[in-house]
């Protein structure tokens, strides 16, 4: 049985010579001693699905031409996505990260506020080095975008009202937003037509979108081994994703309040409330209710790069649109 893992490097064969030079250029930023305690994170099994997207989407310019500023702007990408895996993990209180024990759990709270910064700082500096204001500023405004979302994620926490559009403006600004710029600038770095860059960008919104609400379920109804994260985490934390939202919305105001009562009337929340979660939103159909969504923006991801002119690979994108819905389910 073929695993997630390597279907996915079947799929981003295309790009794989730049992607194992963004690995390189990311060793070569983790050679500083403070860094080097970050390594093991980096390397540990993740998807590279973001640098993917920025060598992918340059696959529609001049790539070979504008073949280091796109490693370069990949591996800033890469550094700025592990920097908020650091910190969204001290807020979530996870231990596990890609199999692996999270960086605060192995060396401190402190270190991993502080490694995160780092790496943030670290990615910037190689964005400077591309000598483009339009790059950075577009990377400086995804940051406050994620930051904007984490915001509002925390300020819904535990409220079994949250609507189907509040969830989507957190995921479109926590998730989404960095998957998209990491499309559009790749394409516009490497010198593609302006209609390519907005392609592009629209599949990275609306790729991003359905890969988060997949997320989300997989985090309900997952293997804790092939996810490689723990499993219920959001939940125990208050944090409500799309399939809980349905769920709500299919009790009755009593019934809702009385099956939510573990979750926001304890601050341990019971292992088997979370369970219990995850099987009524199985059989009330929540999950496939969101796994519908997700079909959606798919369906918009790939008519965004449905047409040809300009845009090279199209098929690793269609490819691309199902992994992000079809991985260990």
Not at 8 to 23: A, F, G, H, K, Y
Not at 57 to 80: F, K, M, W
Not at 206 to 218: K, R, S
Request: a neutral charge.
């Amino acid at each position: 049985m073929t695993s997630g893992a390597d279907r996915l490097t079947r799929i981003l064969e295309p790009v794989q010579e730049d992607l194992e030079r963004v690995t390189d250029r990311l060793m070569g930023c983790l050679q500083n001693p403070v860094a080097r305690t970050a390594a093991y994170l980096i390397t540990a099994g993740g998807k590279r699905l973001r640098p993917a997207l920025v060598l992918l989407a340059g696959r529609s310019g001049e790539a070979r031409q504008h073949r280091r500023a796109l490693v370069d702007l990949a591996t800033a990408v890469e550094l700025i996505h592990t920097a908020t895996l650091i910190h969204d993990d001290i807020i979530d209180e996870s231990a596990l990260r890609r199999r692996q024990p999270t960086f605060h759990s192995r060396f401190g709270t402190e270190r991993a506020v502080l490694m995160g910064d780092y790496l943030y700082a670290t990615a910037f500096a190689i964005l400077a080095e591309l000598n483009d204001a339009q790059v950075t500023s577009a990377m400086a405004e995804v940051c406050q975008q994620m930051s904007r979302g984490e915001f509002l994620e925390v300020e819904h926490r535990f409220n079994v009202t949250m609507t189907e559009e509040d969830y989507f403006q957190i995921i479109r600004d926590k998730t989404a937003s960095l998957i998209a710029v990491c499309c559009r600038l790749g394409a516009q770095v490497a010198g593609a037509k302006p209609q390519t860059v907005k392609q592009v960008s629209e599949f990275g919104w609306n790729f991003g979108m359905a890969f988060q609400i997949t997320d989300d379920c997989l985090d309900l109804i997952g293997e804790e081994a092939a996810v490689g994260k723990n499993l219920r985490a959001d939940l125990d934390k208050g944090l409500l994703s799309l399939p809980i939202i349905y769920l709500a919305n299919a009790l009755p105001r009593r019934a809702r309040d009385t099956f939510f009562a573990p979750l926001l009337q304890t601050r341990a929340t019971p292992r088997g409330f979370l369970s219990r979660v995850a099987r009524e939103a199985q059989r009330r159909g929540a999950i496939t209710q969101a796994m519908q969504a997700a079909e959606t923006f798919i369906r918009q991801a790939t008519d965004a790069v449905a047409v040809r002119d300009g845009i090279m690979l199209t098929e690793t994108y269609r490819q691309l649109a199902r992994y992000a819905i079809e991985r260990d389910r």
